[in-house]
Nanobody, 118 residues
Framework: QVDLVESGGGLVQPGGSLRLSCAAS????????MGWYRQGSEKWREFVAS???????NYRDSVKGRFTISRDDSKNTMYLQMSSLKPEDTAVYYC????????????WGLGTQVTVSS
């Protein structure tokens, strides 16, 4: 069992920046892929970004060039640096982790709210 805890959300003006963190209760070296989804009001949960154990990254088109995902295995933490934020980025952001093996295919955090508004 791995617990994931997101932090770093908050209220920011359009054009501003935030850095989200996802801290794991155990080693993330066994996580083949980690990433972020988000869910705005009245919307489906949508993929935002992912990073593999080899640090290969993937982003949804609308955040490319603005968001950067990274992981620090020594701190068991993943990050999402968000810049040039837009009101449409407003959502609850959830981190996830997929282990290399085991019964559980994906762990989820409880989410952190990001609100982009003037």
């Amino acid at each position: 069992q791995v617990d994931l805890v997101e932090s770093g959300g908050g209220l920011v003006q359009p054009g501003g920046s935030l850095r989200l963190s996802c801290a794991a209760s155990g080693s993330i070296r066994e996580m083949k892929t980690m990433g972020w989804y988000r869910q705005g009001s009245e919307k489906w949960r949508e993929f935002v970004a992912s990073i593999t154990v080899d640090s290969d990254t993937n982003y949804r088109d609308s955040v490319k060039g603005r968001f950067t995902i990274s992981r620090d295995d020594s701190k068991n933490t993943m990050y999402l640096q968000m810049s040039s934020l837009k009101p449409e980025d407003t959502a609850v952001y959830y981190c996830y982790a997929e282990p290399e093996s085991g019964v559980v295919s994906r762990y989820w955090g409880l989410g952190t709210q990001v609100t982009v508004s003037s």
